[in-house]
């Protein structure tokens, strides 16, 4: 599974940021990681691809969106009143699990996209 996220940059603190990730082909789960400069990697969001059922973090439900477009085979996760410590690596990553939220459970990662939030 080929995964390509897009969408990072750097964004005023309060903002609103969708970032999107391409998988080809189609996977059975897709979750969003971030890692932050000195910090593990966390588990943010994943979306079962077949019906669309979703899992989040504690720490980023109603901030944080995660949903797919079937016809494009992209997963997209919206942020919204973002602060500087949403500043971040963000990863999408693939694997079989049913809304798995442990790394271990993923395995195919994309290369990552730089979130930037200025304050």
């Known amino acids: 599974v080929q995964l390509v996220e897009s969408g990072g940059g750097l964004v005023q603190a309060g903002g609103l940021l969708r970032l999107s990730c391409a998988a080809s082909?189609?996977?059975?789960?897709l979750g969003w990681f971030r890692q932050a400069p000195g910090k593990e990697r966390e588990f943010l969001a994943t979306i079962n691809w077949r019906d669309g059922s979703t899992r989040y973090a504690d720490s980023v439900k109603g901030r944080f969106t995660i949903y797919r477009d079937n016809a494009k085979n992209t997963v997209y996760l919206q942020i919204i009143s973002l602060k500087p410590e949403d500043t971040a690596v963000y990863y999408c990553?693939?694997?079989?699990?049913?809304?798995?939220?442990?790394?271990?459970?993923?395995?195919?990662w994309g290369q990552g996209t730089q979130v930037t939030v200025s304050s």
């Open positions: 990553a693939a694997g079989p699990l049913y809304l798995a939220t442990a790394l271990t459970a993923y395995t195919n």
């Open positions: 082909p189609r996977t059975y789960v």
